[in-house]
C-alpha cells in the first residue's frame, strides 16, 4: 500500500473513531458503497470522494460533530439534497460530508405573521404544501424544487420562475439559525423586519456553505394569487423576442414569470410533453400575470399590447388552469427533455441586462459553429438569467473540452455585455475560473477575509466560490497565451 | 466603474493619510442622519463631491449613482421617467446622500410590502480601509457570483468603508394609489392590518397613531378600486394622502418632532422592530405604529431596559433613535458570537479602525 494511501487510511479512522465516541454508529459512513452516492451534486462531471459522511439527527449531534471536526482540523462540507448544479456540495476528499437529510420537519406555519419556520432539510415545495391550507405559498420556485430543501435554497440563494416579481430566496428569508464552524450557536435576521448590528443575513444567503451550517430557516409566505394567465408569444427572430422582453420591463409591468425558449429548445420540449408550441418560431416568450382577477386582466391586456407592438407574430392567452399549465410543462421540463436528445448537457447561468439579450443569443449561435456543438437556450428572461444548455458527450474527453471552452467564453461575454457568472447556480468549484475573470485579486482577497471572519480555521466546505490567486494566474497565463482553459485540479469520472 | 475611480482619488490620498497618521475618520454625505446611531467621532471624510448620476437606464430599471449624489437630485431623474425608490428612504432634512441612504439602511412607509433598501442594492464599489477600491455585486438583479457584500453594506453606518458608487434597482411609480382612513383605535387597527396580511390584497403602507388609521393601497387600478369598495374607510383627497405619507416618510409629523426641551427632560424616541403579530405593548408614553405593526416608534421617558426588554420579549429589538442621553446604546447589542463575528468583519475591512469608529458599536 503506497503511503499516502496508508496515511489516509488512519486518518479516516482516527476522524471516524472520534465521531463514533460523540455519535450513533448508524449515523456514520466510511465504506465506499455507503459514500459512493454522495461523491457528487447535480453537476455530475465533478466528483470526488468524502473521506467520511455524517447524518446527524438533531442539533446536538450536528454540534458534536462540528466540535470534532473543528479538533481535529477536519474540513466540513454540508449538503442538502444535492441538486446544486455549481458542484457547492462536491465532498472534501479529507473532508467529512454532513447530511442534513434528516432536519426534514416543518416546525410552524403562521397563518397570521405569514410565516414559516422549516428545518434546513425540508423540500422546497413542502413548505409551500404545508402553508396551502391557509391560501398562502412561499414564492421562490427553483426547478428542482421538488426536491431541493431550502437549506440548500439559502446557500445559494435560490432563485426560479416567480422571482422577477417576489424576489429570491434573500428576498423571502427572514431569519437563518445554524453553528459556526466551532459548533456555537447562530441567529441571523429576526421575526421582525430587520436585526440589530451588520446585515449578516444577507451574507449569510448565497454563502454556498462557507460560512456557517445552517439548520433553521424562517421564510415568508404570501397570499396565492387568486388567478394566474399565461401568455404565449411567437416571434420570427431572436432579436425580436430579446426586444419584447425589454419592452415589457421598460414599460413597468412585472410578470409572474417571463421566460423564452429558443427554436431548438421548443422543438425539443415540444417532443417531451406535447404542449401545442409554435415549432415555426424563432423563439417563444411565456409571459404570466397573477393576482386579483381585476389586476389579471388590467395586465394581460398591457401586456399583449407590448408583445404585439414589439412583432410578436402568433399571441395565445390561456383560457383556464390546464391550458396555463400545459403551457408551462415544456419550459418546466426543458432539462430532462434535452437529456433526451443528448447524452450529456452543461447548464450555463450568467445574467446579462436585459438590452443585450438578442446580442448575447446571437454570439451564441456563433460559438455552436465555432465550437462545433449545439447549444439550446431556455431562461428567465425576464431577470437577464441565461440558461444556455451545450450538448455533449462526456464519454468524448475532446467534446468535453471543446464544451467548457464553450461554456467559458459564454461567461465572458456576459462580462463583457456588464453581466455576472452566475445568477442563481451559484460558484461552486464550477465557476472558480470564472470568478477570477470577474473579480481583482483584491477583491477575491477580501471575500476571503469575510470567509476568515465567520471560519478562522477555513474548514467550512474549503475551496469552494473563491478561487486562490495562484489559481488566478495560471487561468490567466494560460488563458491569454494558447486561448485555453487549463485542466482543472479536480478528478473526472 | 472608472469615473469613480478618478473621483476616489482624493479619498484614497486621504485614507492613506488617516492611516499612517492613525487618524480616525467621519465619512459624511449631508450630514442628515447625524443624530442617528452613535455619535460620530473623527475627522470629516467629506464625499460629496464624488458625485453624479453614472448610468440610468430606465429600460433597464437600473441607476448607478456615485456616494455624494444629492437624494433629491437621484429621485428627481426617476421621477422624469415615471420610476421611483420604492422603499421610500427618510430623508429627515434637506441634503441627504445616496451614500447615506444606503450606509443608514433606512426604510420608509412602504418597506413591509416593497421590501427595504437592502432588497434594492445590485451593487457596490467601495474603498476599504487599506484604500483600496473594490467592487462588489453589479447592475443585474440576479447575482450570486461570490460573498453579498454589497447588501452588508447596508445599514453598517459606513464602519466597514467608504462607499463610493452604488447601483440600485428601481420600479415603476405608475401604479394607482389610494389612502383609506379609519377612526379605529390601537387593538382593531392590529387585528385588521394581520387579516389582510394574508389576503391578496394591493397594501402599500399603514401608519396607526392616536385612534386613527392610515391605509395605502397601490397597484393595478381595477385591483385599488375594488379593494377601495372591499375595505371601507374614508378615501383621503390624492393630494393630502401624498402630503401626510410624505410626513411619515421625513418624520416631519408632529410624533417625531422631539424638541430641545423635551430631549432635556429626559423625552426619547424609540424605534421598536418587531414581528407584525406583536399584540399591544404596554410602555408609557406616545406610540406610532408602521409596517402593519412591525415598526413603532415611541416617544417616552421610559428607561430604555424596558423598551429593550419589551422588544427582545415580542422577538425583536429596539433602537434609541433621539435622547438626549444615549449611554444605553444606540443599536441594540447583539450576542457574543455575533459580536465576535462583527469584530472579524471589522478587522478584515478596515483593520486600522479608521472608518465611523463607534458609529454602530462603541467597539467597531
Known amino acids: ?493 | 466603474m472608472s469615473t469613480a475611480a478618478g473621483g476616489a482619488r482624493r479619498l484614497v490620498d486621504r485614507i492613506r493619510w488617516a492611516r499612517s497618521q492613525r487618524i480616525a475618520l467621519d465619512i459624511r454625505g449631508g450630514s442628515t442622519k447625524s443624530f442617528y446611531g452613535e455619535l460620530p467621532r473623527g475627522a470629516p471624510l467629506d464625499v460629496r463631491d464624488l458625485s453624479g448620476i453614472a448610468s440610468y437606464e430606465p429600460s433597464e430599471l437600473v441607476v448607478t449613482a456615485r456616494a455624494g449624489t444629492p437624494l433629491a437630485e437621484l429621485e428627481a431623474a426617476l421621477a422624469e421617467k415615471g420610476q421611483c425608490l420604492p422603499f421610500e428612504p427618510p430623508r429627515f432634512a434637506p441634503g441627504g446622500t445616496v451614500g447615506g441612504m444606503v450606509a443608514a439602511g433606512l426604510s420608509g412607509p412602504a418597506r413591509a410590502s416593497v421590501g427595504a433598501v437592502r432588497d434594492y442594492v445590485l451593487g457596490v464599489t467601495v474603498l476599504n480601509g487599506r484604500a483600496e477600491l473594490l467592487t462588489f455585486g453589479g447592475q443585474v438583479i440576479k447575482n450570486v457570483a461570490g460573498y453579498d457584500v454589497s447588501r452588508m453594506m447596508v445599514g453598517s453606518w459606513g464602519v466597514l468603508g467608504v462607499l463610493c458608487e452604488v447601483s440600485l434597482k428601481v420600479t415603476s411609480a405608475r401604479g394607482a394609489t389610494a389612502t383609506l382612513v379609519f377612526d379605529w383605535d390601537e387593538r382593531r387597527a392590529l387585528e385588521s392590518l394581520a387579516r389582510w396580511r394574508s389576503q391578496p390584497l394591493p397594501l402599500h403602507a399603514s401608519a396607526w397613531h392616536e385612534g386613527r388609521l392610515h391605509l395605502r393601497l397601490s397597484g393595478a387600478l381595477a385591483a385599488v378600486r375594488s379593494a377601495c369598495g372591499r375595505l371601507g374607510g374614508v378615501e383621503l383627497e390624492p393630494s393630502a394622502a401624498a402630503a401626510w405619507w410624505e410626513g411619515v416618510r421625513d418624520h416631519a409629523h408632529e410624533f417625531f418632532k422631539l424638541g430641545e426641551a423635551e430631549l432635556a427632560d429626559g423625552e426619547c424616541l424609540w424605534r421598536l422592530s418587531v414581528p407584525a403579530t406583536t399584540p399591544l405593548l404596554e410602555l408609557p408614553g406616545r406610540q406610532f405604529i408602521e409596517w402593519g405593526g412591525a415598526q413603532r416608534w415611541w416617544r417616552t421617558r421610559a428607561r430604555s431596559n424596558e423598551l429593550r426588554g419589551a422588544a427582545a420579549r415580542a422577538g425583536g429589538h429596539a433602537t434609541l433613535v433621539r435622547a438626549a442621553d444615549k449611554s444605553a446604546g444606540a443599536f441594540a447589542p447583539v450576542d457574543s458570537v455575533l459580536m465576535r463575528i462583527h469584530r472579524s468583519l471589522k478587522r478584515a475591512f478596515d483593520p486600522d479602525r479608521i472608518f465611523n469608529a463607534g458609529r454602530l458599536y462603541a467597539d467597531l
Not at chain 1, 434573500?170 to 431569519?175: A, E, G, I, P, Y
Request: net charge negative; glycine share 8%; aromatic share 6%.
Open chain 1, 1 to 493: 500500500m503506497p503511503d499516502e494511501e496508508q496515511s489516509n487510511a488512519a486518518r479516516q479512522r482516527e476522524v471516524s473513531e472520534a465521531l463514533a465516541r460523540v455519535l450513533p454508529r448508524s449515523a456514520i459512513l466510511t465504506r465506499r458503497e455507503d459514500t459512493a452516492p454522495y461523491e457528487c451534486d447535480s453537476l455530475t462531471a465533478y466528483r470526488a470522494s468524502p473521506m467520511v459522511v455524517v447524518l446527524p439527527g438533531n442539533d446536538e449531534q450536528l454540534v458534536a460533530t462540528l466540535q470534532t471536526c473543528h479538533r481535529l482540523g477536519v474540513p466540513v462540507v454540508a449538503r442538502g439534497a444535492g441538486t446544486g448544479l455549481s458542484g457547492g456540495a462536491l465532498p472534501h476528499r479529507s473532508g467529512v460530508t454532513v447530511s442534513l437529510a434528516k432536519f426534514n420537519r416543518i416546525l410552524k406555519v403562521d397563518p397570521l405573521a405569514c410565516t414559516a419556520v422549516a428545518q434546513c432539510g425540508v423540500r422546497n415545495l413542502a413548505i409551500s404544501e404545508a402553508a396551502a391550507p391557509y391560501g398562502l405559498y412561499y414564492a421562490p420556485d427553483p426547478s428542482s424544487q421538488i426536491a431541493c430543501t431550502i437549506g440548500g435554497n439559502v446557500a445559494e440563494n435560490s432563485g426560479g420562475v416567480h422571482c422577477l416579481k417576489y424576489g429570491l430566496t434573500l428576498h423571502n428569508v427572514l431569519r437563518v439559525r445554524g453553528y459556526t464552524a466551532q459548533g456555537e450557536a447562530l441567529e441571523f435576521g429576526s421575526q421582525a423586519l430587520d436585526a440589530p448590528g451588520l446585515d449578516l443575513l444577507a451574507v449569510i444567503v448565497g454563502s454556498e456553505g462557507m460560512l456557517a451550517v445552517i439548520t433553521e430557516v424562517t421564510v415568508k409566505l404570501v397570499p396565492k394569487p387568486e388567478l394566474a394567465r399565461c401568455i404565449m408569444a411567437s416571434f420570427a427572430t431572436i432579436e425580436a423576442a430579446g426586444g419584447a422582453v425589454a419592452n415589457v420591463i421598460a414599460r413597468g409591468l412585472v410578470p409572474a414569470g417571463l421566460e423564452l425558449m429558443d427554436q431548438q429548445m421548443t422543438i425539443v420540449a415540444e417532443n417531451y410533453v406535447h404542449a401545442g408550441y409554435d415549432l415555426t418560431a424563432a423563439a417563444i416568450l411565456l409571459c404570466e400575470s397573477d393576482g386579483t382577477p381585476e389586476q389579471v386582466a388590467e395586465e394581460i391586456a398591457a401586456m399583449a399590447r407590448v408583445l404585439e407592438e414589439s412583432g410578436a407574430t402568433r399571441l395565445e392567452v390561456s383560457r383556464d388552469e390546464a391550458q396555463r399549465i400545459r403551457f408551462w410543462s415544456g419550459r418546466k421540463n426543458a432539462f430532462p427533455a434535452s437529456g433526451g436528445i443528448s447524452p450529456d448537457y452543461m447548464c450555463m447561468d450568467s445574467t446579462i441586462p436585459r438590452k443585450r439579450l438578442a446580442e448575447m443569443l446571437l454570439a451564441i449561435q456563433a460559438m455552436e459553429a465555432k465550437y462545433q456543438l449545439r447549444c439550446v437556450n431556455v431562461f428567465h428572461a425576464g431577470d437577464g438569467n441565461l440558461h444556455p444548455l451545450i450538448l455533449f458527450d462526456a464519454n468524448d474527453a475532446e467534446q468535453f473540452k471543446r464544451c467548457e471552452r464553450f461554456g467559458a467564453e459564454i461567461l465572458e461575454t456576459s462580462l463583457k455585455l456588464g453581466g455576472t457568472v452566475t445568477g442563481e447556480h451559484g460558484v461552486g468549484v464550477e465557476k472558480l475560473n470564472s470568478m477570477c475573470v470577474q473579480f481583482s485579486a483584491a477583491e477575491l482577497e477580501q471575500f476571503l477575509a469575510v470567509k476568515r471572519a465567520f471560519d478562522p480555521g477555513e474548514l467550512l466546505n474549503p475551496g469552494k466560490v473563491i478561487p486562490t490567486l495562484r489559481r488566478c494566474a495560471e487561468y490567466g497565463k494560460m488563458h491569454i497565451h494558447h486561448g485555453m482553459l487549463p485542466h482543472p485540479e479536480l478528478e473526472r469520472f
